[in-house]
């Protein structure tokens, strides 16, 4: 039964995420025909700001509540309660986050380029998009991907539609784009928000003190996590750009776009097994932990396979996509697919950190491993140009995984020697 059930849900997850991983690769060849590149270039720090006000608002308590519905004691009274904590956490840290942007607000438009409108869009579509999360949370803890799935192609869909209606047919440029963006996190925040209304999951209840401290100490260590990421999946345009020009940035994105495309894998496979891993480690069964090691070690033996398969298809599949205009992405893709397989199987360890609830320690791995990534991108690129970007995305990701199942196995005991102490018995 927990087979079929994992699979159905990986296959809802799998189509959703895929029709959201998408709507770029529909997108780019109208808007790269539309926009200026200044234009196109607005829209992408636009939406670097989005990715960058995550980290803040709401103050990552999004796990928070989904781990705290595992708990032994959780009752619907004391769910609906955390996840007002949370709401009021969301609150505050908005209207914080604005106060800041308020201050600085003409150095934050020189230095993203964006006029001082589009940065409190920025924050209005940041505050919606973490209701949006917050909800589709609420459904995966309760192994709900169809609910899942739907609320998440809706705002694709209006994340198309309005764009290219406000793009080509308003004629309205990046200012278009940035519309539609927003306006599909704004009624799908709301849609959000009512759903979790409806289902009495969250309200402007009492404040209670115990959950707010609970959910703070979840999300809050989070926050150099998110920077880290940051280093690793975004700071390496930014040294391209620098070091080799915007084309080597355009090849770049082309080979790492089509890399990701197996991250869609990883992630369905991961919202799915989710709810069943923290059911399963809430048991505290020494048996079902020494099956959950050895389903993860056939894992990771299946993508160590994967890895070196990568080597001969990835090219191949590039140069039919693209053509032989971008050969030169197919010298790199298969370092970005290797990259990405070893972030699939951080996803199966990192899960392990936030059931410990123990997430300070996982934003000192994710900072330093960004920092050796940077470091790593300036060492290689001026020396084996956007190879060496590669290079060090592989490399980075590779102890980014190790040094997080090291932690894993710190925070929450797991049989992963179950074999040695078999042969010695």
Known sequence: MMKKSLIKGSLVYFIANMINALIPFLLLPILTRVLTPEEYGQVAMFSLFIAGLSAFVGLNVVGAAARHFYNDDSSHASIRQYNSACLWILLFSTFLIFIITYIFSEALSDFLSLPVSWLYIALMSSFFSFLLQFRLSQWQVRENPVSYGVLQVLCSVLNVGASLYLVLYADNGSEGRIAGIAFSFLVCGLVATFLLYKEDLLGFSFLNKAYLKDALNFGVPLIPHIFGIFLLTSIDRFVINTELGLAHVGIYLLAYQLSSAISIVFDSLNKALLPWLYRSLSSGCTIIREKIVKRTYLIFISLIFLALL???????????????????????????????????????????????????????VTICVG???????????????????????????????????????KKVEMPWLYFVKSRVL
């Open 310 to 364: 990568n080597f001969v298809i990835s090219p191949i599949v590039l140069l039919f996509v693209a053509g032989d205009e971008y050969a030169e992405a197919s010298k790199i893709i298969s370092w970005l697919v290797l990259g990405q397989i070893f972030s699939g199987m951080y996803l199966f360890v990192t899960n392990y950190i936030f059931f410990s609830k123990q997430t300070a320690a996982l934003s000192v």
């Open 371 to 409: 920092a050796g990534n940077l470091l790593l991108l300036f060492m290689l690129i001026p020396k084996y140009g956007l190879l060496g970007a590669a290079y060090a995305f592989s490399i980075s990701m590779f102890f980014r995984f190790l040094f997080t199942w090291y932690l894993a196995a």
